[in-house]
């Protein structure tokens, strides 16, 4: 199985800049295709698709996310932080199956 | 707008299977694929498998001798069954479509919690 790791927390101020981190074990992209999303979850909610094929803004939200990479290393960035974008961060690859995901990032704040 | 959601038992025994039904409005399950993915307690996410338009099913090889997957498009549902379950199984089960043409969840649903106990 491919592993992705996730730090385990961030802490940020609000109106600053944060940067999550997805290491893969080994490369998720297909050609030009970089087989990374990411995903928000808050308390009691189900996750929420941020961004697909590592750069692509999923329907509906906000241009202050933002994801970029290839191969082994993929990084969410929000960017300026609001109180609203305090939650787990979870980033999946779906390379290979089984389409795993990584252990969440908890964003919070400093 | 597509919406699932989960039903089910929300207690199983140990050694007994877990059932699910996603039940899916807004958009055909004969079309795109759709999976099961739970969450345990401490926040890991494992994917447990798909099944797609047609009904062919993809699983999870730590649980393929566990799980099956399965449909009725007559009543727009697929289900989740997971045998000989132990406390280890005791997690929220989310059901979820795959958007687009590069396996990414874009709807899910709320998630149905189901705990494993005698």
């Known amino acids: 199985d491919i592993v992705l790791t996730q730090s385990p927390a961030l802490a940020v101020s609000l109106g600053q800049r944060a940067t999550l981190s997805c290491r893969a074990s080994?490369?998720?992209?297909?050609?030009?295709?970089?087989?990374m999303h990411w995903y928000q979850q808050k308390p009691g909610q189900q996750p929420k698709l941020l961004i697909y094929r590592a750069s692509n803004l999923a329907s509906g939200i906000p241009a202050r996310f933002s994801g970029s990479g290839s191969g082994t290393d993929f990084t969410l960035t929000i960017n300026p932080v609001q109180a609203d974008d305090i939650a787990t961060y979870y980033c999946q690859q779906s390379r290979e199956s089984p389409h795993t995901f990584g252990a969440g990032t908890n964003l919070e704040l400093k | 707008e597509v919406q699932l959601q989960e039903s089910g038992p929300g207690l199983v025994k140990p050694s007994q299977s877990l059932s699910l039904t996603c039940s899916v409005t807004g958009y055909s399950i004969t079309s795109n694929y759709w999976g099961w993915i739970r969450k345990f307690p401490g926040n890991k996410m494992e994917w447990m498998g798909y099944?797609?338009?047609?009904?062919?099913?993809i699983y999870n090889p730590s649980l393929k001798s566990r799980i099956s997957i399965s449909r009725d498009t007559s009543k727009n549902q697929f289900f989740l069954q997971l045998n000989s379950v132990t406390t280890e199984d005791t997690a929220t089960y989310y059901c979820a479509r795959y958007g687009g043409n590069f396996w990414y969840f874009d709807f899910w649903g709320p998630g149905t919690m189901v705990t494993v106990s005698s």
């Open positions: 099944i797609n338009y047609s009904g062919g099913t």
């Open positions: 080994q490369s998720v992209s297909i050609s030009t295709y970089n087989l």
